[in-house]
């Protein structure tokens, strides 16, 4: 036998878990730090003892977790089980449904609800809850259930779902093209200089963290993004802001406003969980942290979804209102700049 037939013999119950190919950036980095960059919730010790089962392939090759990945490496984690991904349960959960026909279904997704099973989050997830209260849902390549598009765990907002499959590949292709509507409000960390403008900028991994999103000037390295942004409110420390989408890139909207140095308020993934702007004084600290009490998650909400409807061609467009953790957050900051006596 080949080594390679050899290979595919000794692999042949196991199921590829995670797949990743390091950049041409990447500077020469153990396979269990590499690993736990990329992998949410991992530990060292369940990396390290994956590959002493030999379960951490790099080029299709076992190797030990001190093995050094280099550039363009293709690094998997192949396990005995199926991922828990793809072994879908139903499960009765809450689902804020604000639009249903037979084509389509329009979702206002809680924040703190993942929309689909991943590492770490298998079960309590969007696509758990609608493959209960909808059967036979089309399934794209990645094994889930009429999704089309997505947005971040602790984010807020407006998801359609597709509920044939004429109506996933006609919403497929509409994200694909840009000619959705997606428009987000967010607050960011400082007083934004101008009152609208355009973000642009390749969006990819981060070479320094695996769990962030970075924008690169170098047309190498991730995907074209750009986000227009129009200043609702300034509340003297932060600004809302309106954002719209032209394209829809992992984290855009986050990646893009700390790259101009206004990070969403409270993103724990990017810093905004610090005091970025404002005084030293004890009673303002307190009143920040208050803040993050009432909105424990990044302040971003996906406000308006329009899109046209598969089966009319009518362009839809809906609404949601801003959820109550964050208009709680966003009085409190109208008090303060309201009240507050400090120069500005």
Aim: aromatic residues 10%; hydrophobic residues 35%.
């Amino acid at each position: 036998m080949t080594e390679e037939e050899i290979l595919e013999e000794e692999n042949q119950d196991l199921y590829e878990h995670h797949n990743f190919v390091a950049t041409a950036g990447q500077i020469p980095l153990r396979v269990d730090k590499f690993l736990m960059n990329f992998i949410e919730n991992a530990t060292r010790n369940k990396i390290q003892d994956a590959a002493k089962d030999g379960h951490i392939l790099v080029n299709n090759i076992a190797v030990k977790s001190s093995y050094k990945v280099k550039p363009f490496d293709e690094v998997k984690v192949v396990l005995t089980h199926p991922p828990h991904e793809q072994l879908l349960v139903a499960e009765d959960l809450p689902i804020d449904i604000i639009y249903e026909d037979d084509a389509v279904i329009v979702v206002n997704k809680a924040a703190g609800m993942v929309v689909h099973p991943g590492h770490g989050n298998y079960s309590g997830t969007l696509v758990n809850g609608l493959i209960y209260h909808f059967e036979n849902l089309p399934t794209n390549s990645n094994e889930r259930p009429g999704l089309v598009h997505r947005i971040d765990k602790d984010t807020s907002g407006l998801l359609v779902v597709a509920k044939t499959e004429a109506a996933m590949t006609h919403l497929s292709k509409q994200f694909f093209d840009r000619s959705t509507e997606r428009i987000y409000y967010a607050l960011a960390w400082g007083n934004i200089d101008e009152d609208e403008g355009i973000i642009e900028g390749n969006i990819g991994r981060s070479l320094k963290n695996r769990l962030q999103m970075d924008v690169f000037p170098d047309d190498d390295f991730g995907k074209h993004a750009v986000t227009r942004y129009k200043v609702l409110e300034r509340f003297m420390y932060v600004t809302l802001v309106e954002c719209k989408l032209e394209t829809g890139r992992t984290h855009q909207i986050r990646a893009h406003f700390k790259h101009i140095g206004h990070t969403l308020f409270n993103d724990e993934r990017y810093g905004g969980n610090l005091i970025l702007k404002g005084t030293t004084f004890t009673k303002y600290k307190q009143f920040v942290q208050n803040c993050f009490k009432v909105l424990p998650r990044q302040a971003l909400h996906a406000k308006t979804l329009g899109f046209t409807h598969p089966t009319t061609g009518e362009f839809m467009q809906f609404n949601s209102e801003i959820p109550q953790d964050f208009a709680d957050c966003l009085e409190k900051w109208r008090v303060y700049s309201a009240n507050s006596k400090e120069e500005f």
